[in-house]
């Protein structure tokens, strides 16, 4: 079964790829629950996934509901979390977000807060602070070392959600900190793996890079054909159903921008496709609140909140989009 669909696929060998080391399910025996939650504003996918055995669970990509219009915020989706995981008895552990999402605002600091649960994000996190520092030219007072998250996990690190290992493999490509959440047969991919028919995440933002997303996707796709893949968004894709899982032999056989690529045709496609789209309409907002661990900027001397958005800072404007 795994070689015809690798056929399908022409995916490379990968041993024809310089990993720093082959990917591999955590724990693969262990089937984590794992519900998913739908942002219909920004199309993300907020999880609970929960050790069966212990009932302990973890939050990934949590939400906090932003309005840009009127500049409001709200924790409506990171409450209907918080209500799942007492409604079914879970206790959490912890509080994880993927990367630093350019697309809607973390609800990680609003639920530590909440819980006093400890949160966690990639640590190459800090060099996303630096870079983004300069953009928004904070203040030397605003800490670039990760110090508003309890832990940085770096590539390969493990803990534990319960009795559940959980490995942690480095997926730079649509950001350069993004990791991947491997938790038993199921791995979290964030914005690296899109449902079959939608392909991949973009990868042109400061510090993204086409080639190494190729890289990361064969890293994931070399876990065992049957793993869980999760998906932090969905845009209903021909207007189909919501749909956030899919499985590695199903992502080989079927995605979209991966039949019949190679590293070149890959970077290829997705740099021809990223200069189509328009940045994201939340992003110079929602990087400044992801980027201080979800918490939205110090109030100023009104005992009000601002965010920043700097002018004329990048290229790719949408006029006549
Ligand atoms: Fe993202």
């Given at each position: 079964m795994t070689n015809?669909?690798?056929?399908?696929?022409?995916?490379?060998?990968?041993?024809?790829?310089q990993l720093a080391s082959p990917a591999t399910a955590a724990d693969a025996g262990v089937s984590p629950d794992v519900t998913g939650f739908y942002d219909e504003a920004?199309?993300?996918?907020?999880?609970?996934?929960?050790?069966?055995?212990?009932?302990?669970?973890?939050?990934?990509?949590?939400?906090?509901?932003?309005?840009?219009?009127?500049?409001?915020t709200r924790t409506t989706s990171a409450d209907r979390l918080l209500k799942h995981i007492e409604a079914h008895g879970l206790t959490l552990e912890w509080i994880l977000d993927t990367h630093p999402?350019?697309?809607?605002?973390?609800?990680?600091?609003?639920l530590k807060d909440m819980t006093g649960v400890s949160t966690g994000i990639g640590e190459r996190v800090v060099e996303m602070q630096r870079l983004w520092k300069?953009?928004?030219n904070l203040p030397d007072s605003v800490p670039v070392d990760g110090s508003q998250w309890d832990r940085l996990f770096a590539d390969g690190e493990r803990f534990t959600v319960g009795e559940m290992e959980v490995r942690v493999l480095l997926s730079p490509g649509h950001t350069l900190s993004?990791?991947?959440y491997v938790m038993g047969n199921a791995a979290f991919v964030h914005d690296t793996l899109f449902m079959p028919d939608s392909g991949t995440a973009r990868a042109d933002f400061p510090g993204g890079d086409a080639r190494q997303l190729w890289r990361t996707i064969?890293?994931?796709l070399?876990?065992?054909?049957?793993?869980?893949l999760f998906s932090g968004h969905d845009y209903r894709t021909n207007g189909r159903d919501t749909s956030w899982e899919s499985t590695v032999a199903a992502q080989r056989a079927h995605n979209l921008h991966l039949k019949n690529c190679d590293e070149s045709k890959f970077v290829k496609l997705r740099t021809e496709r990223d200069?189509?789209?328009?940045?994201?309409?939340?992003?110079l907002s929602a990087l400044q609140v992801n980027l201080a661990g979800g918490r939205l900027p110090p109030p100023e001397s009104d005992g009000r909140r601002y965010l920043k958005i700097p002018l004329n800072a990048f290229a790719q404007a949408s006029w006549g989009r």
């Open positions: 015809v669909i690798f056929e399908s696929v022409s995916l490379p060998r990968p041993d024809h790829l920004t199309g993300s996918i907020q999880y609970v996934v929960a050790d069966p055995v212990t009932r302990k669970s973890a939050i990934i990509d949590p939400v906090l509901d932003f309005d840009p219009r009127s500049g409001s999402h350019a697309d809607h605002f973390s609800a990680a600091g609003y300069a953009f928004y993004s990791v991947t064969l890293r994931i070399q876990l065992p054909s049957d793993t869980r200069r189509s789209l328009p940045m994201p309409a939340l992003m």
